[in-house]
């Protein structure tokens, strides 16, 4: 019996750790800060950018946004081809 409530003993004060840290982390979580126009606009003000290169720095992102956008196809068609591969039972195909 003195093996059992040493147990539950043991077991209470894990359950109580576990609570105290998790109240922990909860009450005192860190301010999240909110920037109004992400952080394309906090790039602008902290590099002081006038309107010209605002104008340059929105087609860099645009042509980065197009560049993502064809990769990101790409790794999914890949993906839906590796899957219908793996669908058949023939696994030798090559293309």
Same mark, same amino acid.
């Given at each position: !019996?003195?093996?059992? /409530?040493?147990?539950?003993?043991?077991? #209470?004060?894990?359950v109580?750790?576990? @609570?105290?840290?998790l +109240?922990? !982390?909860?009450?005192? /979580?860190?301010?999240?800060?909110?920037? #109004?126009?992400?952080?394309?606009?906090? @790039?602008v003000?902290? +590099?002081?950018f006038?309107?010209?290169?605002?104008a340059?720095?929105?087609?860099?992102?645009?042509?980065?946004?197009?560049?993502?956008?064809?990769?990101e196809n790409?790794?999914?068609?890949?993906?839906?081809?590796?899957?219908?591969?793996?669908?058949?039972?023939?696994t030798?195909?090559?293309?």
């Amino acid at each position: !019996m003195n093996k059992i /409530k040493f147990l539950y003993i043991i077991i #209470a004060l894990l359950v109580a750790t576990n @609570i105290g840290v998790l +109240l922990n !982390m909860y009450l005192h /979580k860190p301010p999240h800060t909110q920037h #109004a126009g992400g952080p394309k606009k906090v @790039i602008v003000e902290k +590099l002081g950018f006038n309107e010209k290169q605002e104008a340059e720095y929105e087609i860099i992102i645009k042509q980065h946004r197009l560049r993502v956008k064809a990769i990101e196809n790409k790794i999914r068609k890949n993906k839906d081809a590796l899957f219908t591969l793996l669908k058949t039972d023939d696994t030798t195909k090559k293309d």
